[in-house]
């Protein structure tokens, strides 16, 4: 995904509307063949159906929902990767389904349990017809080809539902489902005709069938409130709705089976599975949104249900036996769960009212969980919670998509309950009874944790107290923590590992993907070990792989004491776990040192996850999670060596003025551009341009470009350019795209003067004018500066200000930082020096295609022509 130009999601909603199309049409054509046959008999029809739904209804509109969040779009990205769950739901149970026909009717396979898929299938139907009725209406704030689409989607999963019993409805199913193809190719159409033109050709879109405004007026004091609190970036769209939806579809389907309408939880567990996906790319948007809270919420709330779900799946499904889920011993994970509940409860208080009632539901469901309640009772307290839930997510889900479509607060959220300076007193109250003053607390806004560290915690906090099951109960019971170590531990933390690339570290994947090694180990000998027939010291292998997990550790520990206190005492608490492992290896384990070491451990985790999502909420450190211990150690040469690369924020002027005088005096900054982040040094430097290469370590047989401005500051100096070449740079100024012009004492004019050899080759020049109002004014500050992309030599682009200071920051002087960058890759690079003959080169294609930058310059000659 991150290679894609801009190009490439300019109008992702043809790709999505497509799927649906295309899919509608797969079902369509089933219901016609199946209706005059039983559904049993079309084994092989609902396989081959269920894949193609797989491939093109879930894949091809997931990335269709992927690009329209960075496009900025809420309701598509929305509406897109939820109906690519649907999608990809009803295609497993349709194989699910062609399977189970094809096992009974071929005496050669072998025999599977009876699985109920009709009143499973149901349960996720329903769910979804609720969640495309809210889409469908949305959409009619926007324009008027999607209701059609989302409305036809409604009503065909209303009769798909109806003909899981009755055939009849096939029929009608099928029908409507025509619409959906006739509706999506249309507004597909339409769309890709925009692209093309950009220009409405055919109507539909950029009209609305009625303003979004007419469902309320914005509560002024609401809107005032929440606009000081809100998180507002302008590359993704806003994900929160998604995490909504995917927390009622789940929620819906754990209550119809609680209430005892599925037997068994076969199907219910590929569905809810499915749904979190979704959920993970909802935490995922969150977090390059910079949104620490909803990215860890969404991720929770995800492990929550991928849990619960799998755990009522070997209760069903696997132990077979008949009083097996009445007689299993109360799961110790879901103490944690409650306890990280409460830590969100506490931590929204600073949030509208509806966010905190959403968090208290979940809390209350979290207890209906704890398996002290009586088997029958547990079920039905856990489906009235599941219901509850479901109901004040559906209307979040709605609250959410509005208010984001229309920018204000037009569906009731409720006002902040206390406001972030109060909130941030509160959390200090810790702090100022360890300080002996005010004056000695040091509240940084520089902090050494990163998003991902909530997550981290919470995954390895959940995984060890659910792993205290396997000193707890036998082996039949301790199967059944199998998804409670192994969701947490080893697939969510993959998860995290992810995060951390994506901040540029190099090195912060390395500690949650040891971590989660070891998880996986340990669900494989623990846990499935006694299904698998492995002993403890079965060939030795396990007693060298803990070895080897605990001499890893060991290093992993140096890093911790660079980071923090915590952290530090997690890789130490890791150290002990893995020595218990080791000793269950040797057959040598005190069960009470294993439980001992797993809940301290645990409790480490906790507070982990308290500290660090508070502080990273507030971007300051309000409750302590201690200092380095490397650091403190160091001599005060290390303290000016880590403080002689300045690191401003982009949003203040005095940041600019910083950067710009450091230009200036010679120095080399990292700077955001409208595309990645660049390595910028002054014209007036010919040093500061030659430390570029040493700090990139760049070839120097590779030219340096030039940023300017604007194009009036190349027409003040009148360069001899040809009248086409102004055209062309018209067109495309300011922008994402480099012209290679030829080179002449004109820039000399412009400022660059002393640099003349230093910048471009002999003959030639490459010029930038990015389309970056920060770029642009640090640039009118300084004149012209000479800039590349700020990556080591063959590296990949930086697209975050931590990536910059990662790489680079031990060379530099300052890295102005301005979060994600516009762009995922470079500019593209057009040689102009020929264009007079009427061609022009592609060198690189960049951010913008190469087939749009052809259409720029034939209009350029057109242009001419007229003339």
């Given at each position: 995904?991150?290679?894609?130009?801009?190009?490439?999601y300019s109008e992702?909603?043809?790709l999505?509307?497509?799927a649906?199309?295309?899919?509608a049409?797969?079902?369509?054509?089933?219901n016609?063949?199946?209706f005059n046959?039983?559904?049993a008999a079309g084994?092989?029809?609902?396989?081959l159906?269920?894949?193609?739904?797989?491939?093109?209804?879930g894949v091809?509109q997931?990335i269709?929902?992927?690009l329209s969040?960075?496009?900025y779009?809420?309701?598509?990205?929305?509406?897109?990767?939820?109906f690519?769950?649907?999608?990809?739901?009803?295609?497993a149970?349709?194989i699910?389904?062609?399977s189970?026909?094809?096992?009974?009717n071929?005496?050669?396979m072998?025999?599977?349990?009876?699985?109920?898929v009709t009143?499973?299938?149901?349960?996720?139907?329903?769910?979804?017809?609720?969640i495309?009725f809210?889409?469908s209406?949305?959409s009619?704030?926007?324009n008027y080809?999607?209701?059609f689409v989302?409305?036809a989607?409604?009503?065909?999963?209303?009769?798909?539902a109806?003909?899981l019993f009755?055939?009849?409805a096939?029929?009608?199913?099928g029908?409507?489902?025509?619409i959906?193809v006739?509706?999506?190719l249309?507004?597909?159409?339409a769309l890709?005709?925009?692209?093309?033109?950009q220009r409405?050709?055919?109507p539909?879109?950029?009209?609305?069938?009625f303003?979004v405004?007419l469902l309320?007026?914005?509560?002024?004091s609401s809107s005032?409130?929440v606009g000081?609190?809100?998180?507002k970036n302008?590359?993704?769209?806003?994900p929160?709705?998604?995490?909504?939806?995917c927390?009622?579809?789940?929620?819906f389907?754990?209550?119809?089976y609680?209430?005892?309408?599925?037997?068994?939880f076969?199907?219910?567990?590929?569905?809810?599975s499915?749904?979190v996906?979704?959920?993970?790319c909802?935490?995922?948007?969150?977090?390059?949104?910079?949104?620490v809270?909803?990215g860890?919420k969404?991720?929770?709330?995800?492990?929550?249900w991928?849990v619960?779900s799998w755990?009522?799946?070997?209760l069903?499904?696997?132990?077979t036996s008949?009083?097996v889920a009445?007689?299993?011993?109360p799961?110790?994970g879901?103490?944690?769960?409650?306890?990280?509940?409460?830590v969100?409860?506490f931590?929204?208080l600073?949030?509208?009212?509806l966010?905190?009632i959403h968090?208290i539901?979940?809390?209350l469901?979290?207890?209906?969980?704890?398996?002290?309640?009586?088997f029958?009772?547990s079920y039905?307290f856990?489906?009235?919670?599941?219901?509850i839930?479901?109901?004040i997510?559906?209307y979040?889900?709605?609250?959410s998509l509005?208010?984001?479509i229309a920018e204000k607060?037009?569906?009731?959220i409720g006002?902040i309950?206390?406001?972030?300076?109060?909130?941030?007193?509160?959390?200090?109250c810790?702090r100022?009874?360890?300080?002996?003053?005010?004056?000695?607390?040091?509240?940084?806004e520089?902090?050494?944790s990163?998003?991902?560290?909530?997550?981290?915690?919470l995954?390895n906090?959940l995984a060890?107290?659910?792993?205290i099951?396997s000193s707890?109960?036998?082996?039949?019971?301790?199967?059944?923590?199998?998804?409670?170590?192994?969701?947490p531990?080893t697939?969510?933390?993959l998860?995290?590992?992810?995060?951390d690339v994506?901040?540029?570290?190099k090195?912060g994947?390395?500690l949650?993907f040891?971590?989660?090694?070891v998880w996986?180990t340990w669900v494989?000998?623990?846990?499935a070990?006694?299904?698998?027939?492995?002993?403890a010291n079965?060939?030795g292998?396990?007693?060298?792989?803990?070895i080897a997990f605990?001499?890893?550790?060991?290093?992993?520990i140096?890093?911790a004491a660079?980071a923090n206190i915590?952290?530090l005492?997690v890789?130490?608490g890791m150290?002990?776990v893995?020595?218990?492992?080791?000793?269950?290896t040797?057959e040598?384990?005190?069960?009470p040192?294993?439980?001992t070491?797993?809940?301290?451990?645990?409790?480490?985790?906790?507070y982990?996850?308290?500290g660090s999502l508070?502080?990273?909420?507030f971007?300051?450190e309000?409750i302590l999670?201690?200092p380095?211990i490397?650091?403190?150690?160091?001599?005060a040469k290390?303290?000016?060596v880590s403080?002689s690369c300045?690191?401003?924020?982009?949003r203040?002027?005095s940041?600019?003025?910083?950067i710009?005088?450091?230009?200036e005096?010679?120095?080399?900054?990292?700077?955001?551009t409208?595309t990645?982040?660049?390595?910028?040094?002054?014209?007036?430097?010919?040093?500061?341009i030659?430390?570029?290469?040493?700090?990139k370590?760049r070839p120097?047989?590779k030219p340096i470009c030039?940023?300017?401005s604007n194009l009036?500051q190349l027409?003040?100096i009148?360069?001899p350019?040809s009248?086409l070449l102004?055209?062309f740079?018209?067109?495309?100024?300011?922008?994402?795209?480099?012209?290679i012009?030829?080179k002449g004492e004109?820039?000399?004019r412009?400022?660059v003067?002393?640099?003349?050899?230093?910048?471009?080759?002999?003959d030639?020049?490459?010029i930038r004018?990015?389309?970056h109002?920060?770029?642009?004014h640090?640039?009118?500050?300084?004149g012209p500066?000479?800039?590349t992309?700020?990556n080591?030599?063959?590296?990949?682009?930086?697209?975050?200000?931590?990536?910059?200071?990662t790489r680079l920051?031990?060379?530099?002087?300052?890295?102005?930082?301005d979060?994600?960058?516009?762009?995922?890759?470079?500019?593209?690079v057009?040689?102009?020096t020929?264009?007079?003959e009427?061609?022009?080169?592609?060198?690189?294609e960049?951010?913008?295609?190469?087939?749009?930058?052809?259409?720029?310059?034939?209009?350029?000659?057109?242009?001419q022509?007229?003339?």
């Open positions: 995904m991150e290679g894609f130009p801009a190009v490439f992702p909603a043809v999505g509307l497509l649906n199309a295309v899919s049409f797969l079902v369509c054509m089933q016609f063949s199946l046959t039983s559904i084994g092989v029809e609902n396989i159906a269920g894949v193609h739904l797989i491939l093109i209804g091809a997931l269709a929902g992927f969040f960075r496009k779009d809420h309701l598509s990205g929305t509406s897109f990767i939820a690519s769950a649907l999608w990809s739901s009803y295609g149970t349709r699910v389904l062609g189970d026909s094809l096992s009974q071929n005496s050669s072998p025999a599977l349990p009876e699985i109920p009143e499973s299938a149901v349960s996720g139907l329903v769910a979804y017809i609720v495309a809210i889409l209406f949305c009619a704030t926007v080809i999607m209701p989302f409305g989607i409604t009503l065909t999963l209303i009769f798909e109806v003909g009755g055939r009849w096939l029929v009608v199913s029908v409507l489902e025509l959906i006739l509706c999506g249309y507004g597909a159409a890709l005709l925009k692209g093309i033109t409405y050709v055919l539909g879109f950029g009209n609305a069938l303003n405004l309320g007026s914005a509560n002024r005032s409130t000081e609190e809100k998180k302008t590359k993704y769209a806003e929160m709705a998604l995490g909504y939806l927390d009622t579809i789940s929620a389907i754990m209550a119809f609680c209430f005892g309408y599925m037997k068994t076969y199907v219910g567990a590929i569905w809810i499915i749904n996906l979704s959920q993970i909802s935490s995922y948007y969150s977090f390059l949104r910079d949104d809270y909803y860890t969404f991720a929770f709330h995800g492990i929550f991928l619960k755990e009522e799946f070997i069903t499904f696997v132990l008949g009083d009445k007689s299993r011993e799961m110790v879901d103490w944690f769960f409650l306890a990280a509940a409460c969100f409860c931590l929204s600073n949030k509208d009212v966010e905190i968090n539901a979940f809390a469901m979290t207890v209906s969980t704890i398996q002290q309640i009586p029958m009772p039905i856990f489906g009235i919670t599941s219901s839930f479901t109901a997510s559906l979040t889900t709605f609250a509005v208010n984001s607060v037009l569906i009731p006002n309950v206390i406001s972030s300076a109060k909130f941030q007193d509160v959390l200090m810790g100022r009874h360890l300080k002996k003053s005010d004056q000695e607390l040091n509240v940084t520089n902090l050494t990163r998003s991902s560290d909530p997550l981290f915690y995954c906090g060890a107290i659910s792993a099951q707890l109960s036998d082996h039949t019971q301790a199967y059944l923590a199998i998804p409670w170590v192994l969701v531990g697939i969510i933390q998860y995290v590992c992810r995060m994506q901040g540029g570290r090195f994947s390395v949650p040891c971590y989660s090694a996986a494989w000998l623990r846990l070990g006694p299904s698998l027939n492995l002993s079965n060939d292998g396990f007693t060298a792989g803990a605990l001499v890893v550790n060991v290093f992993l140096a890093l660079h915590i952290l005492f890789t130490l150290e002990a893995i020595v218990c492992f080791l000793l269950f040797l040598r384990l005190p069960l040192l294993e439980i070491v797993l809940s301290v451990f645990g409790i480490f985790c906790l982990g996850l308290l508070a502080n990273c909420i971007n300051k309000l999670m201690g380095a490397y650091k403190k150690q160091e001599s290390s303290d000016e403080e300045l690191v401003p924020l982009s203040r002027t940041s600019l003025r910083t710009a005088q450091i230009l005096g010679g120095g080399v900054c990292g700077i955001p409208d990645v982040y660049a390595l910028a040094a002054s014209c007036k430097h010919p040093d500061a030659s430390r570029i290469y040493t700090i370590e120097s047989v030039i940023c300017i009036e027409r003040v009148q360069p350019f009248p102004w055209r740079m018209d067109l495309v100024y300011p922008g994402g795209i480099s012209c012009v030829p004109w820039l000399k412009l400022g003067g002393a640099a003349y050899d230093k910048v471009g080759t002999q030639s020049i490459m004018v990015p389309d109002t920060i770029t642009a640090l640039t009118d500050m300084t500066l000479a800039i992309s700020a080591p030599s063959g590296e990949s682009d930086s697209t975050h200000h931590d990536m910059v200071i920051s031990h060379k530099l002087d300052a890295v102005l930082c979060g994600y960058s516009n762009e995922l890759v470079g500019s593209t057009v040689n102009c020929k264009i007079d009427g061609s022009i080169t592609i060198l690189r960049g951010c913008v295609a190469a087939a749009k930058i052809m259409q720029l310059f034939e209009r350029a000659k057109n242009t022509d007229m003339l």
